[in-house]
């Protein structure tokens, strides 16, 4: 998450997603291997520091690897134009789980194959900037795994060399609300995000139609990856959303992808509205 957006939404916002990717992929041996992704956010504004602060709790599950990650930041608002900036710090620690006993190596003794479990603990620093004119429009530019941070060596033998290096990556996000001309009821929601690492760059382009500031529907396509549809409705101070991806790979045995997300926000400020990144994507 963009640590600048902590506390923009002049509420108590908490969210949380859920991802279960190529729902079923399993490995020869019949383990799932499918990647899982679960998310829970939340943010508030603190007056007395003229900013707001964000807690986020991820938990990844790839294969036999496991990452559990929470971040803590600060981000400090200013009036700029017609909108709010938000330039947010935070520290990031990441928790890493190798189980080695589960892998089926094809040559014995490798050195990085170890037997049993290992983890790792690894801290790590993100920035981020993000600039909205509230029910207009929004930009954010954020980086994460600032000092690259080197975990120990994988395996248990000395000869290992191979260790896990946190992997610096770059974000961008910007969207915009548009109302239909005649149509006051319906709102067009273009948004894109791009995600690269210096070595491999994704890109999303989503558009979502709002109607009656209830009930929203759209597509979302990643590209060279996947197309995907979400529906989603807002009850009182509730959102819920739920997305699923196919994939454009070309590859027929990858399943598709689930998405559920779920979001609440508790005004604490009688003026304004509380806000949210309308995607549920970029919570």
């Not at 036999?64 to 709010?84: P, R, W």
């Not at 396509?221 to 739920?242: A, F, H, N, P, T």
């Amino acid at each position: 998450t963009n640590p600048g957006f902590a506390g923009l939404g002049e509420g108590i916002c908490l969210n949380g997603i859920v991802r279960q990717q190529w729902t079923g992929f399993e490995d020869a041996e019949g383990n799932n291997v499918a990647p899982e992704n679960f998310l829970v956010t939340g943010d508030m504004p603190v007056r007395w520091l003229r900013g707001g602060v964000g807690l986020a709790i991820v938990q990844d599950k790839i294969g036999f690897e496991s990452n559990i990650g929470v971040q803590l930041g600060y981000s400090y608002h200013a009036d700029i134009a017609s909108g709010t900036l938000g330039i947010g710090t935070a520290i990031n620690l990441l928790n890493r789980s190798m189980d080695y006993s589960k892998y089926k190596p094809h040559s014995e003794g490798d050195p990085v194959l170890a037997s049993g479990e290992q983890t790792d603990m690894l801290f790590d620093v993100n920035l981020g900037l993000f600039w909205q004119v509230e029910d207009l429009y929004y930009v954010g530019v954020s980086a994460t795994s600032l000092l690259e941070t080197k975990g120990k060596a994988l395996g248990s033998s000395a000869e290992s060399s191979a260790s896990f290096i946190g992997d610096r990556t770059f974000y961008l996000v910007a969207g915009y609300e548009y109302p239909i001309p005649g149509k006051p009821a319906y709102e067009i929601h273009p948004s894109m995000s791009l995600m690269t690492n210096s070595v491999s760059t994704q890109i999303n382009l989503t558009a979502k139609v709002l109607y009656n500031n209830k009930f929203w529907g759209g597509v979302n396509y990643r590209l060279q990856e996947s197309i995907g549809l979400m529906v989603g409705v807002y009850i009182k101070d509730i959102r819920i959303g739920y997305a699923y991806d196919i994939n454009t790979l070309g590859l027929s045995v990858v399943p598709g992808t689930h998405e559920i997300s779920i979001g609440y926000c508790f005004k604490i400020s009688a003026d304004k509205t509380a806000r949210e990144y309308r995607n549920t994507r970029y919570l």
